[in-house]
């Protein structure tokens, strides 16, 4: 009896251990960034100037998912960020006017993306700037 007690604590610490798991929070690791805001006038003829994102929505998807999985809002100085994430592959976005579009007619917006791998338990990724279209 006590040997069938020690083989199925044994198999289940090899399952524990040996469950791979996927990307998403639950770990150690950082993303983080800034967003700047590009700013035009209606018809993107008029450059206005360029300045932080404040409470700009940033959103993630974890691993190979369809629909992102959180979101965050930059602070003051247009900087978001990340936490207490696993090892894997994460697509960082945010929404932009498109200045190819004629915004009289349409109010579609693109998506800012950058894809980033973590590769280690405690790794911190600063992911080039985020130029978003106003």
């Given at each position: 009896m006590k040997s069938i007690l020690q083989l199925i604590v044994w198999l289940c610490l090899i399952a524990l251990v040996?469950?791979?798991?996927?990307?998403?929070?639950?770990?150690?690791?950082?993303?983080?960034?800034?967003?700047i805001i590009e700013d035009y006038n209606f018809d993107f003829t008029i450059y206005r100037g360029s300045y932080p994102a404040q409470d700009y929505d940033v959103y993630i998807i974890y691993g190979d998912d369809e629909f992102?999985?959180?979101k965050v809002a930059t602070s003051y100085n247009g900087y978001f960020e990340f936490k207490y994430l696993r090892e894997g592959k994460y697509t960082l976005f945010a929404y932009?006017?498109?200045?190819?579009?004629?915004?009289?007619v349409?109010?579609?917006?693109?998506?800012?993306?950058r894809e980033v791998n973590i590769t280690s338990k405690r790794q911190k990724v600063t992911v080039e700037d985020m130029i978003v279209i106003k």
């Open positions: 040996s469950c791979e798991k996927d990307a998403g929070e639950g770990g150690m690791a950082t993303i983080d960034g800034t967003v992102y999985s959180d932009s006017k498109d200045k190819t579009l004629d915004y009289n349409t109010s579609e917006l693109i998506p800012i993306i």
